[in-house]
């Protein structure tokens, strides 16, 4: 008996997750990537509690293929999903979505008996076969298209879409980032008795760009009022992610709970109010600015507390990472493009856990190869060196033939594995002039 018992204490109780994913915001909106002008406490603490990454990327430059990337654990041109399922408005494409034949990561683990749940966008498809709910998780809380307005509908508003629970829509009352929270942590206390997984997909902060009038006071030193009320919905997120981890203090289960907090994109340059500093550009780009984010992970006793990792790694780790911590082997069978962090956090394994990261938007290709980075728009090609010029000014490709000539090679034959789009970018491009050449932004 005695033997018996002293196995299982070793035995611990698979941790909780709650995967805390932004929208749009600025690589450089936060205390603890750089701002100066937005206090964010709650989050500047969860980076000095775990990992925080320098060189986190997504696998694209806009919310809705960044999240199929994100929930298969492939890039998501596998299966061709390279453009949005349509932009912000309700002319979402019914027949659009994440490909129902991929098993994503909270399938598995509500599969392995994690209570799962979701509060926040979703962007992967309306139809009833690509539902939050049909895909992994028990509950959910958000809306299905691409953005949302922050308050209560109102009929002669503007409507994106409506907030549902499940699949029930409902009118919700209250600032939408305060909503999330208050879902998660309800979410919280309801499970803390069992492993549970939580997404938090905020749509903060992505426009509309609107806060109300207590997240706005904060900042009475800011005359423009676009940059104030944007600096208030980041404040806003701010105090969700200190009620999600509240929630976690209060129900005891904080230690033995990984959080991760990420964003889905790069902050917007048509807004006028984020900052990506250093990184050039943002949204909707391939440059650094576009598709580099903020990402931290926190878990007491497993994650080094304010330890930095500067090696690139990618939303597409966040699937096998997950699994490992909850303790699931996965079959083969998934061809996984993510890698588990863990041995590489904890020092076991010394290299980068990609040989090259890739990505594809139309005629936008792009690829990082260790301190190489290769930007193609249509006829131009970039080549640049991240350790040395991290905001990408001085352009190489004419200096450096021989690292080009590598990178496209590489970059050729991930295209050979690449599917097609399944369907095509928003019919209406914007073209932009960088560097004096054609830049085609599909979204
Ligand atoms: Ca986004």
């Not at 027949?95 to 098993?103: E, K, M, T």
């Not at 809306?143 to 919700?172: D, I």
């Not at 305060?178 to 879902?183: G, K, N, P």
């Not at 295209?415 to 073209?431: L, V």
């Amino acid at each position: 008996m005695a033997a018996k018992s002293a196995l299982l204490r070793k035995i611990k109780r698979p941790p909780n997750i709650v995967l805390i994913f932004a929208d749009d915001l600025g690589y450089a909106d936060t205390g603890v990537y750089g701002s100066k002008t937005i206090p964010t406490p709650n989050i500047d603490a969860l980076a000095k509690r775990g990992v925080r990454f320098t060189d986190a990327y997504v696998t694209a430059g806009t919310c809705s293929p960044s999240r199929a990337g994100l929930m298969s654990g492939r890039y998501q041109q596998r299966f061709g999903f390279e453009f949005n399922t349509a932009g912000a408005g309700i002319t979402h494409r019914e027949s659009r979505g994440l490909d129902p034949a991929v098993i994503t990561f909270p399938k598995v683990l509500q599969h392995t008996g994690y209570a799962t749940g979701m509060f926040g966008k979703w962007h992967l498809g309306t139809r009833s076969y690509f539902h939050p709910n049909t895909r992994g998780f028990d509950d959910f809380f958000g809306f299905l298209a691409g953005a949302h307005g922050y308050f209560p509908v109102k009929k002669e508003e503007r409507v994106y879409s409506t907030v549902m629970r499940n699949k029930t829509h409902l009118k919700e009352p209250e600032y939408l980032t305060d909503a999330f929270a208050r879902e998660t942590v309800r979410f919280i206390h309801k499970n803390k008795d069992k492993p549970f997984f939580a997404y938090v997909p905020f749509n903060a902060v992505h426009t509309p760009i609107e806060a109300s009038k207590t997240y706005r006071d904060r900042f009475p030193d800011v005359k423009n009022p676009q940059q104030k009320t944007y600096n208030a919905m980041v404040s806003a997120l701010d105090d969700a992610v200190g009620a999600i981890v509240g929630a976690l203090k209060e129900t005891q289960t904080e230690k033995n709970t990984l959080v991760i907090f990420m964003n889905d994109n790069g902050g917007p340059i048509y807004t006028r109010v984020q900052s990506n500093a250093p990184l050039r550009l943002g949204k909707l780009f391939l440059f650094e600015g576009g598709i580099r984010v903020p990402m931290i992970m926190s878990w007491a006793g497993v994650l080094e507390a304010g330890s930095i990792y500067r090696q690139p790694v990618s939303s597409l780790d966040i699937y096998p990472t997950l699994c490992e911590a909850a303790g699931i082997t996965l079959p083969p069978e998934l061809k996984l493009d993510g890698v588990n962090l863990f041995p590489h956090l904890n020092g076991e394994i010394d290299t980068a856990p990609h040989e090259a990261l890739f990505w594809s938007n139309g005629p936008n290709k792009a690829l990082r190869l260790g301190q190489w980075k290769m930007v193609q728009a249509h006829d131009h090609v970039w080549l640049f060196d991240l350790e040395n010029d991290i905001g990408e000014t001085k352009n190489l490709a004419m200096a450096k033939p021989e690292i080009l000539k590598t990178l496209q090679a590489k970059l050729k034959q991930w295209q050979i594995e690449m599917k097609p789009p399944a369907w095509p970018s928003k019919p209406r491009r914007r073209k932009v002039k960088v560097d004096g050449a054609l830049y085609e932004l599909n979204i």
